[in-house]
T-cell receptor
């Protein structure tokens, strides 16, 4: 079982809709959770991180964490074509100091 | 804030030569830097973790004698690909983390290496 799992997609949503990206992790000791966006041919860009159960909002982005279910999600409201990218979920697992474990990413396409 | 630069952005070299890639944190002290490699349409693969002033920790399967990492200061880490071969052609990305509570990593723009 992979430590961090994401649906590879592709996930397609129409412009203006809510895109929902999901991630599950296997290590219950995981402490911090990150969402990165990666455009084709570019390096990952940090969108937001969360480490407490519940929701964290930043502009059009909302991260949701449920440690009991070992589940973290990212919602993108009012999706725009410029949001089309691969979204990487990353987890800082217990005992790893600052190392992150990345999922394989979900490819999102926002259709105009 | 949290800007990480990488140089060069793109390099083409001949088989058997060595290439050095620099990673710099521009506006914070990076106590830890990471080096990743990414092949087309694949996810990030962590190669090594380097802490300032100490030897890098390499992931399983990564040859430490081939991929030399130096983290001489809190703002600079270098990756040298020695005796490069065509199969080393890839997108190399560094990231850096400081002393922030969540230890979020900030990525450099990446270096695309092509070995001919």
């Amino acid at each position: 079982q992979k430590e961090v799992e994401q649906n590879s997609g592709p996930l397609s949503v129409p412009e203006g809709a809510i895109a929902s990206l999901n991630c599950t992790y296997s290590d219950r000791g995981s402490q911090s959770f990150f969402w990165y966006r990666q455009y084709s041919g570019k390096s990952p860009e940090l969108i937001m991180f969360i480490y407490s159960n519940g929701d964290k909002e930043d502009g059009r982005f909302t991260a949701q964490l449920n440690k009991a279910s070992q589940y973290v999600s990212l919602l993108i409201r009012d999706s725009q074509p410029s949001d089309s990218a691969t979204y990487l979920c990353a987890v800082r697992v217990s005992g790893s100091a600052r190392q992150l474990t990345f999922g394989s990413g979900t490819q999102l396409t926002v259709l105009p | 804030g949290a800007v990480v630069s990488q140089h060069p952005s793109r390099v083409i070299c001949k088989s058997g030569t060595s290439v050095k890639i620099e990673c710099r944190s521009l506006d914070f002290q990076a106590t830890t830097m990471f080096w990743y490699r990414q092949f087309p349409k694949q996810s990030l693969m962590l190669m090594a973790t380097s802490n300032e002033g100490s030897k890098a920790t390499y992931e399983q399967g990564v040859e430490k004698d081939k991929f030399l990492i130096n983290h001489a200061s809190l703002t600079l880490s270098t990756l040298t690909v020695t005796s490069a071969h065509p199969e080393d052609s890839s997108f190399y990305i560094c990231s850096a983390t400081g002393l922030a509570a969540a230890y979020e990593q900030y990525f450099g723009p990446g270096t695309r290496l092509t070995v001919t």
